[in-house]
């Protein structure tokens, strides 16, 4: 009798875990159903511009070989179907080319959601050169806007002309480039001229020290017969018979930035590097320069106790002067959103940098253990990078 109860409690159990099976499969395919109802897209429609409003039509630009000039194009709103803001995007042609297929489009400014939007001067001289026009030419271009919401997009029927006398950029920008001359570190030896880095196409940058009145220019390759370039103000020219070539009037570390594509050149003098303990927001260790882009600094580097642990974050900070102005930055990981020590065997990358606005806890390293000077009584040895031999980058080891 205890056997039969038994089998008959074993098939009611299957039978119920059948039914409860059965019930859960068909809530779940009719939940699918509702879902697949209920999620079914729909497209949103959007009105096209009614009005072009700024630059007015036939408007005259001469474009400025400055990093900050820019021309304010605006429009009248559309409306989109869902009450929702549309996007926008500015679409350039030629004067007699079709907007189906234009030379360029540009989003509006705050990623494509206001009415207007700001372009730079280096933008439009870059659409001026695809729609033809050579160094220094002029031209006329027409422009219109797409508004769009989702995949539907609609180009306003009001179109203008802008006319764009071009900057006096290269035609043809080196793919390398060496600071030389007697200012320079390398002095008149070409074979130690310093190689400048190239953070963007037709950009170089180089952070070097000068000497007070002595000439120093750039050449594009050791070799051959290089072609020359020399600073001019703040304008970069090339040279023809004549050399041309700069000075500076005080002995110091300079960051040069140079911009083929719009022929301009800026120099600000660096007046000091130190290593940046975020936990008292402050440089603790003062970083001395060295040769060809590098400084070295060496100090104690305790923690900071908190309620949490012990805080070792860090970065590097770097004061500019240029034209009596002082200005800060801040060089932190290239991973803004680092947040852990490195490991004995830690990648070369984890060390590498790019530039930032000043913050204190921002884009930051986290120093191992082993240099806490307050625990282990290390000092710490920092070298940090700026140069040409590639990628900008920092190292941090025990000071002996």
């Known amino acids: 009798m205890l056997t039969n109860n038994k089998n008959k409690d074993n098939t009611y159990k299957i039978m119920k875990t059948k039914i409860f099976s059965s019930l859960l499969m068909i809530s779940a395919l009719f939940l699918g159903t509702s879902c697949t109802e209920d999620m079914e897209y729909k497209d949103v429609n959007v009105t096209a511009v009614k009005q072009l409003m700024s630059p007015k039509d036939g408007q005259t630009v001469q474009l400025k070989a400055s990093e900050t000039a820019t021309t304010f194009f605006e429009w009248s709103s559309a409306l989109a179907e869902d009450g ?3 996007l926008y995007e500015v679409l350039f042609a030629k004067e007699d080319g079709d907007f189906s297929t234009p030379v360029y489009r540009i989003t509006s400014d705050n990623n494509g959601s206001r009415n207007y ?33 989702g995949i539907n997009q609609v180009t306003s029927t009001e179109v203008r002309t802008i006319k764009i006398t071009r900057l006096l950029g290269f035609a043809e920008i080196p793919t390398q480039l060496f600071i ?20 963007k196409s ?11 009145g002595k000439p120093y220019y750039f050449i594009d390759n050791k070799k051959d017969e290089p072609r020359k370039f020399f600073i001019d103000g703040a304008t970069l020219k090339e040279s023809n018979a004549t050399l041309g070539t700069a000075t500076v009037a005080e002995t110091g570390v300079y960051r040069i930035n140079l ?13 000091s590097v130190g290593f940046f303990f975020s ?23 305790p923690f900071k106790q908190e309620g949490w642990g012990r805080d070792q974050r860090y970065k590097f900070e770097m004061v500019l002067e240029k034209d009596g102005v002082r200005s800060t930055v801040h060089w932190g990981p290239t991973n803004a959103g680092l947040d852990s020590a490195p490991g004995d065997a830690e990648a070369d990358s ?27 009584g290390n ?7 700026l140069n040409g031999d590639g990628a900008y980058r920092h190292t941090v080891e025990i000071a002996k």
């Open 84 to 86: 929702n803001t549309p």
């Open 117 to 149: 939007a700001t372009i730079s001067h280096k933008n439009l001289d870059k659409i001026a050169s695809l729609a033809g026009l050579g160094s220094g030419e002029t031209g006329t271009l027409k422009w219109t806007v797409v508004s769009s919401r």
């Open 180 to 199: 030389t001359g007697e200012g320079s570190e390398g002095h008149n030896d070409v074979n130690k001229a310093l190689a400048f880095s190239a953070p």
């Open 202 to 212: 037709g950009e170089f940058e180089i952070f070097t020290k000068l000497e007070a």
């Open 259 to 271: 911009d083929f594509s719009i022929a301009t050149a800026k120099l600000s003098k660096v007046e």
């Open 279 to 301: 936990p008292k927001n402050t440089v603790t260790i003062p970083l001395a320069y060295q040769c060809n882009g590098t400084w070295i600094g060496s100090g104690a580097t």
């Open 350 to 376: 984890y060390y590498e940098m790019k530039e930032y606005r000043p913050s204190q806890w921002d884009q930051k390293w986290k120093l191992q253990d082993k240099f806490d000077t307050e625990k282990t």
């Open 379 to 385: 000092k710490s040895k920092f070298t940090f990078y």
